[in-house]
């Protein structure tokens, strides 16, 4: 049930972020728009901006970090919820969707990189390798979402995984 809860007020914001940037937003709309009271927005979210979070986790969720099909599948969702995710990167607060894409994905990379090692702990040079091709990824994933209308996600992936750090590339491919 509360998956359901939850799945309903993202479409509502979705909705509401059709017309109005996420600055512009109050929690008092979403839960109107949703027909809800405040508490049972914030059992389920801190803030607006852990339910966009919370929507761009859901929709990564799915998505093989390594494989260049699945993940321009995923860049191919955000073009189709363009507006969705032009406004969301648009918002430049100290909670905007890169800084928790950021950690979302130095999480999923530094996962699987520990278990392909067989290691729990990584090396200095390895984690900055993580966090650096991480912050390239998410930033030009956000170039492309706002500006490129041209290049298809299969080459914007493959240029990144050609980007990736040659430490980083030889474990992971």
Same mark, same amino acid.
């Given at each position: 049930?509360?998956?359901?809860?939850?799945?309903? $007020?993202?479409?509502?914001?979705? @909705?509401?972020?059709?017309?109005?940037?996420?600055?512009?937003?109050?929690?008092? @709309? $979403?839960?109107?728009?949703?027909?809800?009271?405040?508490?049972?927005?914030?059992?389920?979210?801190?803030?607006?901006?852990?339910?966009?979070?919370?929507?761009?986790?859901? =929709?990564? *969720?799915?998505?093989? $970090?390594?494989?260049? !099909?699945?993940?321009?599948?995923?860049?191919?969702?955000?073009?189709?919820? &363009?507006?969705?995710?032009? %406004?969301?990167? @648009? =918002?430049?607060?100290?909670?905007?969707? %890169?800084?928790?894409?950021? @950690? *979302?994905?130095?999480?999923?990379?530094?996962? &699987?990189?520990?278990?392909?090692?067989? !290691?729990?702990?990584?090396?200095?040079? &390895?984690?900055?390798? $993580? %966090?650096?091709?991480?912050?390239?990824?998410?930033?030009?994933?956000?170039?492309?979402?706002?500006?490129?209308?041209?290049?298809?996600?299969?080459?914007?992936?493959?240029?990144?995984?050609?980007?990736?750090?040659?430490?980083?590339?030889?474990?992971?491919?």
């Amino acid at each position: 049930m509360a998956e359901i809860t939850k799945m309903w $007020i993202a479409d509502k914001m979705r @909705e509401i972020m059709k017309h109005k940037p996420i600055d512009m937003i109050r929690v008092t @709309e $979403i839960c109107k728009a949703a027909d809800i009271e405040r508490p049972t927005f914030y059992y389920h979210f801190k803030d607006k901006y852990d339910l966009v979070a919370w929507m761009f986790c859901t =929709d990564a *969720y799915g998505t093989n $970090i390594t494989s260049v !099909t699945s993940a321009a599948s995923g860049m191919n969702r955000m073009k189709q919820e &363009l507006l969705f995710y032009k %406004r969301a990167y @648009e =918002d430049f607060s100290q909670n905007a969707l %890169r800084h928790y894409m950021l @950690e *979302y994905f130095v999480r999923r990379y530094t996962k &699987l990189v520990k278990e392909k090692l067989g !290691t729990d702990i990584l090396d200095t040079q &390895l984690a900055y390798s $993580i %966090r650096f091709y991480c912050m390239g990824a998410v930033g030009m994933t956000q170039e492309w979402v706002m500006k490129d209308n041209i290049t298809s996600a299969e080459t914007v992936v493959r240029m990144m995984f050609q980007s990736m750090p040659e430490n980083l590339r030889a474990i992971l491919f």
